[in-house]
């Protein structure tokens, strides 16, 4: 198995930089969508407009590690921008296991990079799984940040299976959204380009 080399990690940075905005637009396009500010469908529309960024990496580097250390920034991007700890777990799991169903196809089947995405696309949602999982916990944390009783009761999202549901096909459906638009660039227009393989 080929090792991530210096230029690999520095390249992932930049693509993890350009992944961070792709969320960041996520977050305001879902912001029309919910005003409660429980941020549920962010990670649907950070799959989107993230797919590409994510088919761009793949091709760029075909080894093990590269989506994991990309999983591992996402999970530290939601740590220092104020969540509990436990919201930096999806990154890395979600991150790790894309990584493994990538490389099953050696980074180059369609098929798989794309059920790749849709499996990493979940990384981003720690701050939601948190509201289920560790349902206290995340309370605790928000009210250790100063946050309101009405804000915490706004922002709660019941844990039912329609909800769950209902979160796991919408970052499913996005992630196949950016995900096959992302490959359908990177084909169309990066590999024309020399910028990808």
Known sequence: MKKLKVKDIMLTGAFATLYILCV????L???FFDRSGNM???PAFAAVFGGTVYMLLQSKIKKFGAISLL???MGAFFLLSGHFFIAFLPGLVFGFLADWVAGLGRYENK???LLSFVVFSFANSGPIILMWLARQTYIDSLVARGKTEEYINRILLPVDFPTIAGFVGMVAVGALVGGLFGQYLVKRHFVKAGMAS
């Open 24 to 27: 960041g637009l996520g977050v």
């Open 29 to 31: 396009v879902g912001s």
């Open 40 to 42: 549920m469908y962010a």
């Open 71 to 73: 999983g591992m920034v």
């Open 111 to 113: 098929s798989l990079s």
